[in-house]
């Protein structure tokens, strides 16, 4: 009965590499979102989608590519890894763009070695 | 460049007391605030949310808006030591999107 999931939790791979991670919510909400939050606990908006559009997508570099295949799913494609890129990453959904009570997943650490 | 502010802390409260939590905003024309509470190595969870018209309550937790100043507080009544946590402070901006602060860790002693 999870709301937000995530997976992986953790994941540790060499600089360089291509990972992704995945995102599932089944409250039925119609908008979700990418964060990224550092060592410093600052939270970051990546990318939001709305009904499969794209309709948030800060400055980050184009290693980052977001896929909504749906409403129900948003995944996050990493290209090239760096040092810089290790974080804990946040999904998120909310009930539409308007309404921000937004509810996240557990988060997956990433760790570039 | 649209800013919310919060001390990061520690915020160090005796158990039972009131712990007060402060986040400033520059967008004057924001309207709607919000809290959510982070335990380490966890998910922000929201607490509570508040619009400009007005004040909330809800059991323990109250959040207030000072307009003319520009800042948001959250006060916890009867501190408990699970109240320790990051409080993360969040203002809608003007394109709908989630303006974040820092957060303030709060630890609350038995």
């Known amino acids: 009965d999870t709301a937000v999931s995530q997976t992986p939790k953790y994941l540790v791979t060499q600089m360089g590499n291509d990972k992704s991670i995945k995102c599932e919510q089944n409250?039925?909400?119609?908008?979700m979102y990418w964060y990224k939050q550092d060592s410093k606990k600052f939270l970051k908006i990546m990318f939001s989608?709305?009904?499969?559009?794209?309709?948030i997508n800060e400055t980050v570099p184009n290693r980052f590519s977001p896929k909504s295949p749906d409403k129900a799913h948003l995944n996050l494609h990493i290209n090239s890894l760096e040092l810089g890129d290790s974080a804990v990453y946040f999904c998120?959904?909310?009930?539409?763009?308007?309404?921000?009570?937004?509810?996240f997943g557990p988060g997956t650490r990433l760790t570039v070695l | 460049q649209k800013e919310v502010e919060q001390n990061s802390g520690p915020l160090s409260v005796p158990e039972g007391a009131i712990a007060s939590l402060n986040c400033t905003y520059s967008?004057?024309?924001?309207?709607?605030f919000f809290w959510y509470r982070q335990y380490s190595g966890k998910s922000p969870e929201l607490i509570m949310f508040?619009?400009s018209n007005g004040d909330k309550e809800d059991g323990r937790f109250t959040a207030q808006l000072n307009k003319a100043s520009q800042y948001v507080s959250l006060l916890i009544r009867d501190s408990q030591p699970s109240d320790s946590a990051t409080y993360l402070c969040?203002?809608?901006?003007?394109?709908?999107?989630?303006?974040w602060g820092a957060g303030t860790k709060l630890i609350i002693k038995p």
């Open positions: 998120a959904s909310s009930p539409a763009a308007t309404y921000n009570e937004q509810f």
């Open positions: 409250l039925g909400h119609d908008t």
């Open positions: 989608y709305n009904n499969k559009e794209l309709i």
């Open positions: 967008d004057r024309g924001s309207q709607s």
């Open positions: 508040i619009y």
């Open positions: 969040a203002v809608r901006g003007s394109n709908y999107q989630l303006i």
